[in-house]
Structure formats: structure tokens, C-alpha cells
RNA sequence: GCGGGAGUGGCGGAAUGGCAGACGCGCGGGUCUUAGGAACCCGUGUCUUCGGACGUGGGGGUUCAAGUCCCCCCUCCCGCACCA
């Protein structure tokens, strides 16, 4: 399809990647100038894209992603600045592990494999990293570093441990992690996973909340508006206030969050979560058997019974009472599982009247219902329908007749005078669980010492590796991997000598992924987890480029370790990432593209067809770079014809230029990279493709029948087509520069500047408008004034027909684009 | 339920409030060719009495002028979801 066997020379696209693969790293045309110092005169740009998980080799997802990437660093070099264009791998993870099981291998081996063969093929797309960033998150070198960092956070009390829930597979006797729950059941046995509590480690990412909000403020505009509403909404500031109620038999009083003080007077009931220790605390006596039950049936509701938004409302008496502060109206305290324990204070007043959750409840239990908001609406006790809008107080004492608003401020500050509230605010946001149950991560540097307690390993004693053998991947009995590598458990005391036993969890590797991009300028740094010279010289990242997936995850743990970082002294900035750009995903026929729904398209195997310039033009310009591709709208085989279309031109213009030079082929030349290069800086890449696939046909012309091959507007036409590609298609380019008698290399050529003299024009398209429809168009001087196009534009023919005899209204001139004469009528 | 986003030709998608559909795919026609699944050129929203009329999910509004701004509605996609 590509080669045929006319005479003249062909494009053929696989033929050319070895050479320039080879030529770009001898010259070096990817790596920034000086990664610590040096060269401190250019503008500086630090571009990172989501680093990989090597799963194998590079898939159409990553070809999309890097295209869009390099697309946007190579643009930035060639406007002349240092480009920092970072790549390394984030490579610890479960499918490792499962890999390992299968072939019996150390994780390890196959992970690396994988980083070798995608560091190939991202070479082989043309992908300008700087290699000198690479490092991987598993070498035990950078982890070391993440387990520094564990030890900051554990210092500064922002690292603990509590008691959660774990997802259990009952057959497989094991842990299971999130991803290998699907729908509620064990990923390999189809078993229904049920959550069992286990101690494990936390970072306090909720003491972080507010900032976490405000700092928004500085990425306003700057990240994508659909990112911030994910992460405002994730952390989920909610104002209220705090009451306490005195607990008949309890000394002191049990506290809740409401955001609604202004329904005090409606509490008929009060919950406590069922799995919260208070509720077995205040559970009375005689209840002790229903409430035992109870807990038990709600401790092993499933992941499926759990996510099931709509089942009915469950509790049991726990046959004690709370005091309403206000009035002193004692209610019944029940457990129920619609409380969250660990939301709030893990206890509520509950208003029937007005919200529909405790109005189910009432029903379903026959608690009584009291209006305290008349709001005009039907009585919630006959409707079962909760009214939840604004109104005046009713049957709530001194404050009837106050609205919702008053009464809020008003019942609160009769609370604090009675020294039973206060005004508060409680974050949606949870604590970071970072603890995995699992082997191929980071180990967490803590000793269990039986005298001692939790130990720090000494920072001289880091990092702690793995282990190398006596390990089990998937050992019985719920245990964590490390658990069951008992010699390298076993170990002493850093602080008494006596016998201790190492933490066996591994971390979350997000954490891995929340700081390596301050690693990427001195990966080898050993005196610190990053280069204080480097992360200076290039932090916070300027353009970070990945997936919305990570909107909450990633994204945000990231946020958080940077104040922390911050916090710590570490780093200067609270945001690590300045502009974000979001890319979309490739699907085939409306589902990501994935092995088990047997849609997926080999790269490797579109790039022999196709060669990589015209997957990574087809990738850019499929659409916007947030928008989803389906693969099903596209074709590589338009960029083929398209680069092809531009190798030819090149190889046409071999001679020398001669003669004037084609001043209208100019002014289109120019007007040409003036659109391109705003819609680069816009980061439009698709338009920006447009517009070069615009001045091809334009030179295209010339050569044949206009300014001709040998006239130096068209020469020039053709480099600086030919440089604005390098972003897209870098072999290509560097081919077709190499045509036009240049030394390598194009990408070192700049990006080329449209000379505003050019554009502007002689004279310019003029609509003509009746009462807004277009009726004719003249040719203007661009500088004609107002009046002066009135004048003009009056004279046209076609104008005057469609005017008639009707009574002109008045004239709108904008000049000199157009001319829209209303008639009256 | 809450939050966010999107509806434009056969398709992917362009349009600082000022010529809707750039560019590409597909399709149709032509040139050159032994041949064309190559290259190059032309055409391609709908209707049309060939003057033009209509046209950006639907309905209203603002404006000289609306795909674009405002209000209501419909549909679809994404995120969160018993968060008090």
C-alpha cells in the first residue's frame, strides 16, 4: 500500500527510524541543557506525562498519550526553551506479581523485561525523553527514598495506624486488593468478598483538607475545570455545627454533625454507626443479644449488599437515651448501618420530618415524626416524603417564626452559651490507608518491637529491601506475602536489641507515584529522596499530561505530599503541578480497549503498517487531546498519505531557489504558521495539524502550478512546514529536512515565526448584509474606516436590490469585516 | 439523589457574538496510466421554481446579528453516592 514500484523514490516510513533514532542520540537533541545548573539564560519548561506501569509492551492508550505529550515538549523546545521531557517507570504492582505466580519467576524479572521492551518502543515512536531522568519506582534506590519519606510523615504525626476493613476472599484465604474485586466477587474463585478488619497504616491526608481546597485556587483555569469539581466535590467541605448530647448513665456527653442545626427541635431519635465502638459501648444490657446480631449481619454484608443504594433502612433499640440540649426531650439511641463510623463522629441526630434517610428509618422502626420546618409542603409523617427545603420554625420554642437561616445561627449560639455546641465543619475527604497486603511495594521501615513498640528502621539502615527467596506470593491464611518470610522478618530491635519482627505491609504505590517527579532531574541523587539544586532548577512541573482517571487518586495524593514536602521544608511550592492536561482514552467500538473484551489494536502492528509518524499524527489529530479516540472513526492511512504528501514535496525542491520571491504565496505561508503556532500555544493540536495540513495543499499548488519548485517563497514555505512537523511526525521531518539540504537536526531548527508584516493583507473579504442575512462581499482595504465602508458597501448592487424601497433603519459597519443594513418592517 | 461535561453533514471534528461545517475520513467525477487499491485535480449539509429558502437536540428570550450569551426542557456520557 505504502511501496509501490513507480519510479520515483517512495516514502516509506519503517525504513528511516534506525537512522534517526541513532543520529538524535549521538547529537543528543532530547536532553535538556544541564539538568542541575547551567544554561540559566533560556527559559526553562519541565514536561511531564504520567510515567508507565510496564504491563507489557506499549499499547494504543500509550501511543496516544505520548504522542499529545511530545507533541507539546517539542513545541516548547522549538520556541526555544530548555525542555526538561522526563520518562521514567512506575513499576511496583499486583500484575507482577500475579506474572510471577504464572511463571514461576521473581517479580522482578518480568517487570524489568517490560521496562525494556517499552523504553524500546517508546525509542522507536520517536518520543523525545530525555533519558537521563530514567528511573524506575521498584529499584530499590528510589524506594529507599519513599521510605525516608514514611519516616518524615511519621515523625510529624501525619503517619499511623488504625484498625479497617480489608476486602477477604473466604475461599483463597487472602487479601484482596481492590482491583481484584470485580463486582463484588474474588477476581480468580468468583467467591462474594466480604470486609474483615485488619490494623493498618494511614497518612492524614484530612488535616490537609482545607488546604487541599484552597490551594484549588492557584490551578483555576490553569487544570481542567472538570478536575477541580472532582477533587472539591471528593474532599467535600460540608458547615454545620457540632452538638453534644448528654447520654443518660454516661458521663459524657456523645457529640454529632449536623448540617442542619435549624431542625434541633425535630430530633426524635439519635444513631449511632453499628461497627463504631461506641455503640457497643452505650449498648444497654437487655439489648446486648439483638445488638450482637445485628453487628454481625452488617459485618458481613457484602461488597455488593454494601453498594446497593436503595435496600431498606435496618437498626436495633440500644435501649439507652439522649438528652436534647435544647429541650431536654429525651430520645432513643439506636445503631443502625446507614451511619457511617467513620464520617463526622460517627453519630447523628436523626430529623425524620426533614430528611429522608432517618424518615425511612422511622418508618421502618415506628419512631414518631416531628415537623419543626413549615415549609408548605405535605406532613412528611403522612407523605413518607422528607420536606428538606427552607422554611419557618415551627414547634421549636423561643425560635418559631425564625427561617431556616436565622434559626441556624440563632440555635447555635444558644448551643454555645449552654456550652453544647459549636459551629463546625467536617470534610468528606478519608485518611490515605496506604498499607498493602502485598509483596511487590515498597516495605514499610517499621519495627514491632514487643518493649519498644513502633520503631523507625534507622535512616542508615535504609532501604529495606525485599526479600529475594523464602517468600510466599499468595500465602494461606490471610497473611501478607512478607509475613511469610520468616527469616527476614525476624530481626532486632533498632532501639533494644531484642527480638522484633519488621512491618509486613507494603505501601500503597501511589505513594510511589506523589513525588517522583522530584526525582526526575537527579535520579542518582543519593544525599536526599530528590536534588534540592534540581527540583529548584525545575519544579513545580509546568506541564503535566495524563490521564482523568487519576482526578482523585493520584492526583491528589500527590497535592497532599507536596505540602507535606512543603511543610517539612523540603520544597519551596504547594502544588506540584502548574498546568494539566488531561488526554482521552483509545476505545474501539465504545469500550476501552483491553484483552479480555478482545478489541484491542497492536501497536507494534499498526506501526508496521503504518510506520510511527502517521500513528502519532492519527493519534493528535483524531480530536481534541481530552477526547476519547475510537479507533472504529480513524485511520492512519489518511497521515500516511498526508506525510507522504510532504516527504514528496520536500524532495522536489532539491535545486537552488531563484528569482522574486512569490509574495502572495508568502502572505499565505505566513498566515499559515500564525494560525498554527495559537493553536499550539491553545495546546489545539488538532487544529494545529489542520492548518499544516492546509499549507501542504498550498505548497502543493505552488510547486505545480504557481510559484513553482525553484521559487524561494515556496522553499521557504516548505522548511517551515516542515520544522512545525517535527512536533508530530519527528522522522518524517527530519527525512524531509534532510531532502531540502540541511544538517540534522530539524527539531533543532526552531519553530517558524509568522512575520507580522505579512499578514497583513491588501485587502480583505467584506460581508454584505440585509437585516443579517449575507447578500453580497466586497474585496476592502484592510484600514477602510467606518464611514468609508458605509459609503462603499452602499454602492453594491446585490445591496441595493435587497434593500428596495424599504425604509432603512440603521447601518452597522464593522470595519472592515462587514456591513449589516436593518430595514424597518 | 449530588456534581461535572456534551449534543454541529454519512463519520472524526472546525468556528475572539459577525460568511456554520476549516482539516481529514468516506463517497462521486476527472487527468495520467497496460492497470489503479498510487499520484494529481474537481465536487460533496438539505430542499430548490436556480432567484433563493432552510439548517448546529427541542422550546422560548437577549441582540442589527446566536452553534456561541440567558431561561426552560429532552437525550447521552463521566465522577461520587445512605457523607447527616
Not at 448540617?259 to 454507626?273: M, S
Not at 484600514?783 to 434593500?803: C, F, P, T, Y
Amino acid at each position: 500500500m505504502i511501496n509501490d514500484e513507480s519510479r520515483t523514490e517512495t516514502y516509506d516510513p519503517n525504513a528511516i527510524i534506525d537512522k534517526w533514532m541513532k543520529v538524535w542520540e549521538e547529537l543528543h537533541v532530547n536532553e535538556a541543557l544541564g539538568l542541575v545548573a547551567g544554561h540559566d539564560d533560556l527559559p526553562r519548561s519541565y514536561v511531564v506525562s504520567m510515567f508507565p506501569y510496564p504491563s507489557g509492551d506499549l499499547h494504543m492508550g500509550h501511543a496516544e498519550v505520548y504522542s499529545i505529550s511530545d507533541a507539546v515538549a517539542r513545541y516548547i523546545r522549538m520556541t526555544g526553551a530548555n525542555v526538561l521531557n522526563a520518562i521514567g517507570w512506575d513499576s511496583f504492582g499486583l500484575p507482577a506479581e500475579n506474572a510471577a505466580l504464572k511463571r514461576n519467576l521473581h517479580p522482578r524479572e518480568w517487570t524489568y523485561a517490560n521496562i525494556e521492551t517499552q523504553a524500546e518502543s517508546f525509542r522507536r515512536l520517536g518520543v523525545s525523553f530525555d533519558w537521563r531522568t530514567r528511573f524506575h519506582t521498584s529499584d530499590p534506590e528510589y524506594y529507599r527514598w519513599n521510605q525516608w519519606l514514611f519516616l518524615r510523615l511519621f515523625e510529624a504525626g501525619l503517619a499511623y495506624r488504625k484498625e479497617a476493613a480489608v476486602n477477604w476472599c473466604p475461599t483463597d484465604q487472602t487479601v484482596l486488593a481492590n482491583e481484584q474485586v470485580v463486582a463484588g466477587a474474588c477476581e480468580r474463585c468468583g467467591t462474594t468478598v466480604i470486609q474483615r478488619p485488619l490494623t493498618q497504616w494511614f497518612f492524614k491526608t484530612t488535616d490537609y483538607a482545607q488546604r487541599l481546597l484552597d490551594d484549588m485556587k492557584q490551578l483555576e483555569g490553569k487544570w481542567p475545570h472538570e478536575v477541580l469539581a472532582m477533587q472539591r466535590n471528593w474532599i467535600g467541605r460540608s458547615a454545620g455545627a457540632h452538638i453534644d448530647f448528654a447520654v443518660e448513665g454516661r458521663g459524657e456527653p456523645v457529640r454529632v454533625f449536623t448540617t442542619r442545626p435549624d431542625t434541633l427541635f425535630g430530633a426524635t431519635f439519635f444513631v449511632v454507626a453499628v461497627d463504631a465502638p461506641l455503640a457497643d459501648e452505650l449498648c444497654a444490657d437487655p439489648q446486648r443479644g439483638a445488638f450482637e446480631a445485628y453487628r454481625r449481619q452488617a459485618a458481613t454484608a457484602t461488597e455488593i449488599e454494601r453498594l446497593a443504594t436503595d435496600r431498606a433502612k435496618t437498626g436495633v433499640n440500644l435501649g439507652r437515651f439522649a438528652i436534647n440540649p435544647v429541650n431536654g426531650v429525651r430520645i432513643p439511641i439506636f445503631a443502625a448501618d446507614y451511619v457511617l463510623a467513620d464520617y463526622g463522629t460517627g453519630a447523628i441526630m436523626a430529623v425524620p420530618a426533614h430528611d429522608q434517610r432517618d424518615l425511612d428509618f422511622a418508618r421502618a422502626l415506628g419512631v414518631p415524626v416531628q415537623v419543626v420546618i413549615n415549609t408548605g409542603e405535605a406532613d412528611p409523617a403522612e407523605t413518607w416524603v422528607a420536606t428538606h427545603g427552607d422554611g419557618r420554625l415551627v414547634n421549636s420554642g423561643d425560635f418559631d417564626g425564625m427561617t431556616t437561616a436565622e434559626a441556624s445561627a440563632a440555635i447555635t449560639a444558644r448551643l454555645a452559651e449552654l456550652g453544647a455546641g459549636t459551629e463546625a465543619v467536617t470534610y468528606r475527604l478519608r485518611d490515605w490507608l496506604l498499607s498493602r497486603q502485598r509483596f511487590w511495594g515498597t516495605p514499610i521501615p517499621i519495627v514491632h518491637c514487643e518493649d519498644c513498640g513502633l520503631v523507625p528502621v534507622p535512616e542508615a539502615e535504609l532501604p529495606v529491601r525485599l526479600p529475594e527467596s523464602g517468600y510466599e506470593l499468595r500465602p494461606e491464611g490471610g497473611k501478607s506475602p512478607l509475613e511469610s518470610a520468616t527469616e527476614w522478618v525476624s530481626v532486632a530491635c533498632p532501639r533494644c536489641g531484642g527480638p522484633a519482627r519488621r512491618d509486613t505491609d507494603t505501601m500503597d504505590t501511589f505513594v510511589d507515584s506523589s513525588w517522583y517527579f522530584l526525582r526526575y532531574p537527579n535520579p542518582d541523587y543519593v544525599e536526599g529522596p530528590f536534588d534540592p539544586a534540581g527540583v529548584a532548577r525545575w519544579c513545580p512541573v509546568d506541564e503535566y499530561i495524563g490521564g482523568r482517571e487519576h482526578a482523585t487518586g493520584h492526583l491528589m495524593y500527590a497535592r497532599f505530599i507536596t505540602k507535606a514536602l512543603h511543610d517539612l521544608g523540603l520544597v519551596s511550592f504547594v502544588e506540584p503541578f502548574t498546568k494539566l492536561t488531561n488526554q482521552g482514552q483509545v476505545i474501539m467500538n465504545g469500550k476501552a480497549m483491553s484483552k479480555s473484551l478482545g478489541n484491542l489494536v497492536n501497536l507494534q502492528e499498526q506501526i508496521g503498517l503504518y510506520g510511527p509518524d502517521a500513528v502519532r499524527v492519527t493519534m493528535v489529530f483524531a480530536g481534541p487531546p481530552e477526547d476519547d479516540i475510537d479507533w472504529a472513526d480513524v485511520s492512519p492511512t489518511g497521515a500516511v498519505k498526508w506525510l507522504a504528501r510532504v516527504w514528496r514535496i520536500s524532495a522536489e525542491l532539491d535545486g537552488k531557489s531563484s528569482g522574486e520571491p512569490d509574495i502572495e504565496l508568502r502572505r499565505a505561508v505566513h498566515r499559515m504558521i500564525a494560525d498554527a503556532t495559537t493553536a499550539m500555544d491553545d495546546r489545539r493540536l488538532n487544529v494545529a495539524i489542520a492548518r499544516l495540513m492546509e499549507l501542504t495543499n498550498l505548497l502543493r499548488k505552488a510547486v505545480d502550478s504557481g510559484a513553482g519548485p525553484a521559487n524561494p517563497a515556496t522553499r521557504e514555505g516548505v522548511e517551515a512546514l516542515v520544522r512545525m512537523l517535527s512536533c508530530f511526525a519527528p522522522f518524517t521531518a527530519e527525512e524531509s529536512w534532510q531532502r531540502l539540504g540541511h544538517g540534522p537536526s530539524v527539531s533543532s531548527a526552531g519553530w517558524p515565526q509568522a512575520d507580522p508584516g505579512l499578514l497583513v493583507e491588501d485587502s480583505v473579504v467584506c460581508i454584505l448584509q440585509v437585516n443579517g442575512k449575507v447578500r453580497d462581499r466586497i474585496d476592502v482595504a484592510p484600514g477602510i474606516s467606518d464611514d468609508e465602508l458605509e459609503q462603499v458597501a452602499m454602492n453594491s448592487g446585490k445591496l441595493r436590490e435587497h434593500i428596495g424601497d424599504s425604509q432603512i433603519l440603521k447601518v452597522i459597519v464593522r470595519a472592515p469585516k462587514l456591513v449589516n443594513v436593518v430595514l424597518a418592517g
